[in-house]
């Protein structure tokens, strides 16, 4: 993994260099990107095919849950090793893990094979966002909001369409082969446009205890939730028994945090109120926006009666939005002091969009139902860079690379919980099979639609704990020359 070091400090790079490595990135960005956004129109017609409804949230939490706890081991390894080399092996481990997935053949290997594709995704997105820390100052990096907001933009427009027309007229498997050729040109990017980035490389250990414990900890609390209510009443042995374990998982690996000469969750960041607040924020919010994308398709499928291939492109509005936030609050941090305020505004937005819903989840047309997710999507676009910009501001630059981590850490297990949760109260609905003709989410028992009201609850309360988390946040002012001392 050797590299010849460069330690030429970020802002000597030109324009142009900057630019030309801000392409790559965001090519090696795009696989992962895509990756949330085409899963959501296909998973009714993946447990369909596979004849397993019960474990479907797996699909997503078995992929989140392992990227959550390879983030901050990708941030450590890129500090030891280098950021292009790790970036490379994180778009190579996805590639290899899509075609686990392609050829998958039932709901539990499906749930592995998107484990094993998480560890490399859990690098792709916390790389690029540690590489744009290292050649772009605080102050400078908003105005690079740009080039995210077209690659997120460009996954949004063409991810829920094209997962629903694959899985409508084709094969679920597509949208997991679909990424090899994206990969490879990632590959070939990355390796050309990073041979000039900077190097800032520190020793570090790694905490695969840690990570392990984490891993076993989440696994357990989303079995207990996926469990209780649904296969298992509450007060059952076998949920009281994961209960005593995630419990117990929980124990070990805050002991672990403490005690851990060097800890996988480094709480020495925890302790910084900027990483802490922003963290929360985005937790919450990422919580509520991936539980979304993942079950209003199944919303858009079995209370309007939309097909695969037409609720993709219903979910279009709620995922193309958050674009639209992203380059306002770009723009506007570097311009004024107060720079959270816009995404604080949005997330309250957010949160009021979805009430209508919960009031009436099947009396409001679908037109309307578009506007209000479009307002919801426009609402979080925001919380995400200004978050990591913050947080990335308010550390030393040494540490770049770990508390971008820590971020991304914090938004994979906030998405890994709202999924659980949202899973848990659409599960809970009674849903029993898959509809053989149209994949639509057959219910008995229990009335769908009333169902998904709880969920449009629950998510406008996330929302607005995440606008009281911003509001906590300090505001410090952008640095124009980095992140700190080495």
């Known amino acids: 993994m050797a590299e010849d070091i460069r330690k030429a400090p970020a802002e000597k790079l030109s324009k142009r260099e900057i630019g030309s490595i801000m392409a790559g990135l ?122 995210t907001s077209i690659m997120w933009t460009t996954s949004s427009l063409l991810g829920p369409a094209l997962g629903g027309y694959l899985a409508d007229k ?42 392990g414990l984490l891993v076993l ?10 469990w209780g209510g649904t296969r298992y009443p509450w007060g059952s042995p076998h949920v009281l028994g994961v209960m ?16 851990a000469a060097e800890p996988l969750i480094p709480l020495r960041l925890l302790s910084n109120q900027v990483v802490l607040t922003g963290g929360a924020s985005v937790g919450l919010c990422m919580g509520v926006f991936v539980g979304l994308s993942i079950y209003v398709p199944i919303y858009f499928e079995t209370v309007m009666g939309l097909t695969a291939t037409e609720s993709g492109l219903a979910l279009l509005p709620l995922m193309t939005g958050s674009s639209i936030g992203a380059v306002a609050c770009g723009k506007i941090m570097v311009r004024v002091r107060r720079y959270k305020i816009l995404p604080m505004v949005g997330l309250i937005m957010g949160g009021l969009s979805l009430l209508p819903l919960f009031v009436w989840p099947e009396g409001i047309s679908l037109l309307t139902i578009e506007a209000l997710f479009t307002l919801v999507s426009i609402g979080v676009g925001g919380v995400f860079p200004v978050t990591t910009i913050s947080a990335q501001n308010a550390v030393p630059k040494h540490d770049l690379g770990t508390t971008t981590a820590m971020i991304t850490f914090l938004r994979n297990i906030g998405a890994a ?5 949202f899973g848990t109260l659409v599960i809970g609905a009674g849903v029993t099979e898959i509809g053989a003709a149209t994949g639509a989410a057959v219910v008995t028992g229990a009335d769908y639609a009333a169902q998904f009201r709880w969920i449009f609850l629950a998510g406008a309360i996330g929302f607005l704990l995440s606008a009281a988390a911003l509001a906590a946040m300090e505001e410090r002012p952008l640095k124009a020359q980095g992140s700190g001392k080495m």
């Open 26 to 147: 965001m090519v090696a960005m795009f696989p992962g990107a895509l990756d949330t956004t085409i899963i959501g129109p296909a998973m009714p017609t993946i447990g369909r095919e596979l004849g397993d409804v019960e474990h479907l949230p797996w699909v997503v939490t078995s992929y989140l849950l392992v990227s959550t706890a390879a983030t901050p081991l990708y941030g450590k390894l890129s500090d030891i090793h280098g950021r292009r080399i790790m970036l490379l092996w994180a778009i190579g481990l996805f590639a290899l893990g899509s075609i686990f997935c392609a050829v998958a053949p039932t709901m539990i290997t499906l749930a592995l094979a998107r484990a094993l594709q998480a560890v490399g995704g859990g690098g792709l997105m916390s790389l690029a966002m540690t590489i744009v820390g290292d050649i772009v100052p605080p102050l400078e990096r908003p105005k690079y909001q740009i080039y």
């Open 170 to 211: 084709w094969h679920w498997s597509l949208i997991f082969w679909i990424n090899l050729p994206i990969c490879l040109v990632a590959w070939v990017m990355t390796d050309s446009k990073l041979k000039r980035l900077p190097r800032h490389e520190r020793p570090h250990k790694l905490d695969f205890a840690g990570a």
């Open 217 to 226: 900890a989440s696994v357990l609390v989303q079995l207990m939730l996926s």
């Open 244 to 259: 005593v374990g995630a419990a117990v998982a929980t124990a070990l690996l805050t002991w672990r945090l403490r005690t």
């Open 417 to 421: 919980i709202g999924v659980a949760v």
